[in-house]
């Protein structure tokens, strides 16, 4: 598949079948990932990759931040929606946690963050080459010191991105965007 049919068919995987991603794969998405453009070559992506048990420890921190959204969580609805997660993450092969350095320079800081998310893309494109599904996640779990303490992260660094990773459980379709006409100005003198 090329790049640009690979570009096209994405689109957030949420359901994944049961068939493991092999290590050599992820190993293939992480060498596309750390080829994205990087001013300065400060190469400021780290990644965590969860597999097995560790799955189960993100699924636990996923489910307690899901409770967080209902204004009783100790309320049926609450541990539902908190279940559904849970077993969500617990069904997702592996997980793809993406760490980035925090440089005290402001314009470093913002040139470091955005290629760390091209690095993300860059790993969801290639997954998608490879058949294989993803799920970007942000939201406050990033901030979670359980997260940190799974992932071992470094003073100086911070959890960027979250990214589900599997073989889909369905085909699905991509979602819609404005046509990218709609939104370009062609300026020619
Ligand atoms: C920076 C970023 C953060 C995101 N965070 C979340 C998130 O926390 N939860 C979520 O359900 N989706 C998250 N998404 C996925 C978007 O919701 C998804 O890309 C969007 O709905 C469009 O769907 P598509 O990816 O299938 O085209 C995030 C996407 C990006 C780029």
Redesign the pocket.
Known sequence: MDAIDAIQR???VRRFSRDPVPRETIERLLDAAVRAPNHKLTQPWRFAVLTGGATARLADIRARHRLKRFSDPGSAEASSGAEKVRREALETPAFVIVICAVSPDEITREEDYGSA?MAIENLIIAAESLGLGT?????GIMRDPALADLVGLSEGFRVI?VVSLGYPAEAEV??RRKAAGELTRWIED
């Open positions: 994405r689109t957030s998310m799920y970007l996640r942000t939201g991105g991509p979602r």
